[in-house]
Structures are given as structure tokens and as C-alpha cells.
């Protein structure tokens, strides 16, 4: 699978392609400026120790891959949609946007249609197969690849390629288990937990703050 990471030059970004690409997944990174992304391809392959990793531009990114993760502020959601909009035809897309309250990060201002990923369906259209999923991780912990991520990963959204994304999250490591839940109306339920893993951080002092679900079967 290559997988390509949209803005994955922040803070979400650069954990999720250290990880996967130690797990042995064919990751790029992508940015608006191919040089950034080239630049922060080279940081992280130096931190892997391996050329592993390829950085270039988002909608080059997008081409070449087989599933397209999408790690951009949500004030950049629906122009980056827009800019890839062609090269995800057919693919499967993984929405991790939040869209968080610009005033204060312990809120959500969720869109009229009800979540960010269905936002990004609405945009991409019905032959793009979207799954929102990793809005529950911290970007803290997942950019330390020896650190353990005690924390359930909930995942929701196209029926066919749910099973592939939720394998991709259980191959990232560290203890990190994905959860299904259901279809991708469960966004509107799964986005806001971030703001209040925000706040728990805030009051607790600490950037690692995360959830696991209890009393479901084991798989
Ligand atoms: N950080 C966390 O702990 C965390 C946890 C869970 C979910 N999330 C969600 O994941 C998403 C990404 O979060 P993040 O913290 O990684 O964000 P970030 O570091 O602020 O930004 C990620 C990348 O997005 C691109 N970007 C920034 N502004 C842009 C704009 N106006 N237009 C287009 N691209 C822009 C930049 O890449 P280039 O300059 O290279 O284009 C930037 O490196 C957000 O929706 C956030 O809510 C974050």
C-alpha cells in the first residue's frame, strides 16, 4: 500500500509516516511546497536511519497513492479537499481533521452537513471512500516511535475499506488498537472527543491524554 499523508508536515503527520513506514508501508508526505516535503521526507528517513520515506507536493502525493490520509488544520479542510479532489478518484481517503473552535481548542464548531469527514465526502463525492480515523492520538506520542500509545483508535466510514484503514492504525504500534464504529455519520460523535482530550490535557498538564473502549468483544 502507498500511502500518502497531506500536510504531513506538522504535527500529526510526521508520527504516522515514521510509524508506517517502519511497520514497512511505502509512505510520502506531502506539503503545499514539494521542497518542504522533500526536506522533512529527508528529517525523518535520517531519525528511521533508512531511506525509507519520500516527500513531494500534496496533489503529487495524492496521485501516487493508494490511500490518501489527510492531515491538514481544519481552516485548510475543504481548499485541500478541493486542490486533490481528482487524484483521489476511486481511493480510499482518511479524514483526521478536527474541526476545532480557532478560539479556543477545547470546543468544536462542527460543519452544517455534521462532521469534517463528511464534509470531505460532500466534496470528494460518492466514488471516494472515506474514513475518519487518528483524531483520538496524540501527535506527541505518536512522533516518539519507541513510545507506547495506551489508547483505542475509533474508525468509522465506508463499509469495504474500513477493515483496510483499521489494519493500517493496528500496524502503527505502541499498543494503539483500532475500534470500528459504524458508519461515518459516527464522525459527528468521534471529532469532538479530541477537543476534550484538548482539555483534559490543559488541566492535566500533559499532551497524552487518549480513550479506550471497554465491554465490547474481542475481535
Ligand atoms: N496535533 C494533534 O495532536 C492532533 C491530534 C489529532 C488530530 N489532529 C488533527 O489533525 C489535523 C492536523 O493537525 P496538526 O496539528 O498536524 O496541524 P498543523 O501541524 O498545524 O498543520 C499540518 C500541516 O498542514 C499544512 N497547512 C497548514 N496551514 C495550511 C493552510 N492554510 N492550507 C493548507 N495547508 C496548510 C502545513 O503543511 P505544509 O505547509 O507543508 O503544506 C502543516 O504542516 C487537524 O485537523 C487536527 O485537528 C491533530
Redesign the pocket.
Known sequence: MKIAI????????PGLALRWAKAGEEVIV????KE??EK?AIELNQELGQELIRGTD?VTAAAAADIIV????????I??LESVKEQCKGKIFVD?????DPDNARRTIMPEVGS?SEEAQQVLGPDVKVVCA???????L?RDINATIDCDVLVCGDKDARPTVMQLINKIGGGIKAVSAGPLEAARQIEPI?AL??RLNILNKV?SAGIRITGLPEK
Open positions: 497531506l500536510g504531513g508536515t506538522g504535527e500529526q503527520g506531502g506539503s503545499r511546497q518542504k516535503g522533512v500534496n489527510l492531515t491538514v488544520p481544519y481552516s485548510a479542510h481548499g485541500t483526521v481533521s478536527v474541526p476545532l469534517a487518528l483524531q483520538n492520538i496524540s501527535a506527541h505518536l479530541t482530550l484538548i499532551h
